[in-house]
């Protein structure tokens, strides 16, 4: 079956450093990623997708990569800040199969980031 | 800026019980999902609808599980017969643009 992967220990740096989180995925091969961020007790909100055809994605301050040959996607955030503290998920969108099937969102579990004053 | 909205955001109830969960997606968006994320575990797809029928469903959208859109606004999900593993926040979806909007979810507990 489909799996993505994130590393699920938290991931605490520094303010002003970059954040890099990684997603892996295996036995699929997705036309595209996406990355959101979930604070608690709310639900994940869309930040960026990267098409398989894109090697890197910006935006203001962060920055996707996706590498099929890997099957991996690096999520970064360059001068971090207190307010980037949150879960950070990765998912692709499994589309579905003919006209009506709208498809799926099928995410990882997630990585905590931390950023400290 | 246009959002999806879901109520209420906490429903306790009694095992066995009937839940109903609601949700208005963004108002010219035409695909809707049902995800739940139990605590501390993955956001996993329950369902999703598109032009009054269910377009795909996962495993554990069994038949205790029910989705409607009764009218132009609404999209709900009920639960027939709650057992304590239904226990978790549950997040409407909506799609437009290729993007996927999230609710800000509803936290289930059945005790």
């Known amino acids: 079956s489909q799996k993505i992967e994130q590393n699920s220990e938290a991931l605490n740096i520094q303010e002003g450093k970059t954040a890099t989180l990684t997603c892996n995925y295996t036995?699929?091969?997705?036309?595209?990623l996406q990355w959101y961020r979930q604070d608690p007790g709310r639900g994940p909100v869309f930040l960026l997708l990267?098409?398989?055809?894109?090697k890197e994605k910006r935006k203001e301050r962060l920055k996707v990569t996706f590498d099929t040959t890997l099957k991996q996607s690096l999520f970064h955030i360059t001068a971090s800040q207190p307010a980037d503290s949150a879960t950070y998920l990765c998912a692709f969108f499994r589309g579905g199969h003919g006209s009506s099937n709208t498809g799926k969102l099928i995410f990882g579990q997630g990585t905590t980031l931390q950023v400290k004053p | 800026e246009p959002e999806v909205t879901q109520t209420p955001s906490h429903q306790v109830t009694q095992m066995g019980q009937e839940v109903i969960l609601r949700c208005v997606p963004i108002?010219?968006?035409?695909?809707f999902y049902w995800y739940r994320q139990i605590l501390g575990q993955k956001v996993e797809f329950l369902v999703s609808?598109?032009?009054?029928?269910?377009?795909?469903k996962s495993e554990i959208f069994d038949d205790q599980f029910s989705v409607e859109r009764p009218d132009g606004s609404n999209f709900t999900l009920k639960i027939r017969s709650t057992k304590l593993e239904d226990s978790a926040m549950y997040f409407c979806a909506s799609l437009g643009g290729g993007e996927q909007y999230f609710g800000p979810g509803t936290r289930l507990t059945v005790t």
């Open positions: 990267i098409r398989e055809n894109e």
């Open positions: 108002s010219n968006h035409l695909y």
């Open positions: 609808f598109y032009n009054n029928e269910i377009s795909e």
């Open positions: 036995n699929y091969s997705p036309a595209y």
